[in-house]
């Protein structure tokens, strides 16, 4: 059974950090572009980061570079989030995703562009909150 599960949100306070997992079962990462995404409440799912099957190159939304590192192990068949200088903006439920792109170029691919329509298999997310 495909399945992608997430873990390691909870509450943090302003300024905190988080580490996310997004571990695969019944697949492996290795030809996955892997993103994540977040949903908060009333607003649409927007893309965060994505890093590429191939060689490990990463792309942040303008609202989270600096602060944010994806990072991939494929020997655990997980990737990471790590989440530094937590805002209350930051507050949502995170989720990862999973697109098969072999080990090409990743510039078009819908993680690469933040299609989340585009994504094979996702996680069931993981709720952030930041708050003081």
């Known amino acids: 059974q495909v399945q992608l599960v997430e873990s390691g949100g909870g509450l943090v306070q302003p300024g905190g950090s988080l580490r996310l997992s997004c571990a695969a079962s019944?697949?492996?990462?290795?030809?996955?572009?892997i993103g994540w995404f977040r949903q908060a409440p009333g607003k649409e799912r927007e893309g965060v980061s994505c890093i590429s099957s191939s060689d490990g190159s990463t792309y942040y939304a303008d609202s989270v570079k600096g602060r944010f590192t994806i990072s991939r192990d494929n020997a655990k068949n997980t990737v990471y989030l790590q989440m530094n200088s937590l805002k209350p903006k930051d507050r949502a439920v995170y989720y990862c995703?999973?697109?098969?792109?072999?080990?090409?170029?990743?510039?078009?691919?819908?993680?690469?562009?933040?299609?989340?329509?585009?994504?094979?298999?996702w996680g069931k997310g993981t709720l952030v909150t930041v708050s003081s």
């Open positions: 995703a999973a697109e098969l792109i072999g080990k090409g170029p990743w510039y078009g691919s819908s993680c690469r562009r933040f299609d989340y329509y585009g994504l094979d298999y």
């Open positions: 019944g697949f492996t990462l290795d030809y996955y572009a």
